[in-house]
């Protein structure tokens, strides 16, 4: 049993982790004005999943090579899934509205595990779908039927997130979450590696600033974020952290807007907060546990 002040500890970690997540989108902007995106995000994994793995090389020891295999396939998943959103990112105009897309994927879980799995949705499910429709309607006929096809990328990212989460659940994951993460940011860098070599051509040279913005995506939003990450679920329960998690798109938006100087149409705002609001209804019994639980903690003596 987690001992009383833990669970406050964790939801400050855990809240850092999505203002970190959130510092993440701008520190790729930055670095996508001088590397081409899959070549920076494989770049990123590599060396991210290299100090996690520096930091926890005891944690790999002794590990069943069934479950590294199934850690190799699900950081496949999350190549595919992130090939997607650097490529939105790269060609989209508005941080924030793709963030919120991104943040979709919450939503679409039950939904894939119901094509994957027969596993019937939860009724909450059936409510957060349509005001999720309905914030995405609204982002498309902002101005007209003016969807930027960058969008589309972002929807494709949230799709390969909630197919990337349905496996993590599914598949008996019996390692520790620094080595599960580390051997996902190594694989998927490698996939994206792959493809860089095969798509993109590579610059001569980077400028110190491109350089300085991309070692802050790699140690920063990444390799300090899943440290932190891990730890703060360490002390609270899993349900607990996936609502604090929800937070991630509006960092990334607030801090587009303050960055980058971008500004939303009403509609985008709406279609965002149709999109927020379809988060957490999805994560309604989540939600509903971590106040019943609050509630029922024991004052100290």
Request: some cysteine; overall charge neutral.
């Amino acid at each position: 049993m987690l001992k009383q002040g833990e669970g406050f500890k964790a939801e400050l970690i855990l809240l850092l982790v999505t203002v970190l997540a959130g510092f993440g989108w701008i520190f790729a902007k930055e670095t996508l004005v001088g590397l081409p995106p899959l070549f920076f995000m494989a770049m990123r994994f590599l060396i991210a999943g290299f100090v996690l793995f520096l930091v926890g090389q005891k944690y790999f020891k002794g590990l069943d090579w069934a479950l590294i295999k199934q850690a190799f396939f699900v950081g496949v998943i999350m190549g595919i899934t992130m090939m997607f959103w650097v490529t939105g990112l790269d060609q989209g105009s508005n941080l924030g509205v793709g963030a919120f897309i991104t943040s979709l994927g919450v939503v679409m879980v039950p939904l894939v595990a119901r094509f994957m799995f027969g596993q019937r949705p939860p009724m909450n499910i059936w409510f957060a779908l349509p005001i999720a429709i309905l914030g995405l309607a609204l982002l498309a006929l902002n101005n007209g039927l003016d969807f930027e096809f960058a969008q589309f990328y972002f929807l494709g990212a949230a799709i390969g997130s909630a197919f990337q989460l349905n496996f993590l659940s599914r598949f008996s994951m019996r390692m520790h979450p620094l080595v599960l993460t580390a051997v996902q940011l190594i694989v998927a860098g490698i996939f994206l590696l792959l493809l860089s070599l095969l798509t993109e051509s590579l610059p001569h040279s980077i400028s110190i600033s491109v350089a300085e913005w991309f070692l802050a995506s790699t140690l920063i939003a990444t390799s300090l974020r899943f440290l932190l990450q891990t730890y703060g679920m360490s002390l609270t329960q899993v349900s607990h952290a996936a609502v604090i998690m929800n937070l991630e798109p509006v960092w990334a938006a607030l801090l587009a807007v303050v960055w980058f100087g971008e500004v939303m149409e009403v509609g985008q705002v709406a279609g965002c907060v149709l999109i927020f609001i379809a988060m957490l209804v999805s994560r309604w019994p989540q939600i509903k546990g971590m106040f019943y639980s609050k509630s029922h903690e024991l004052p100290l003596k």
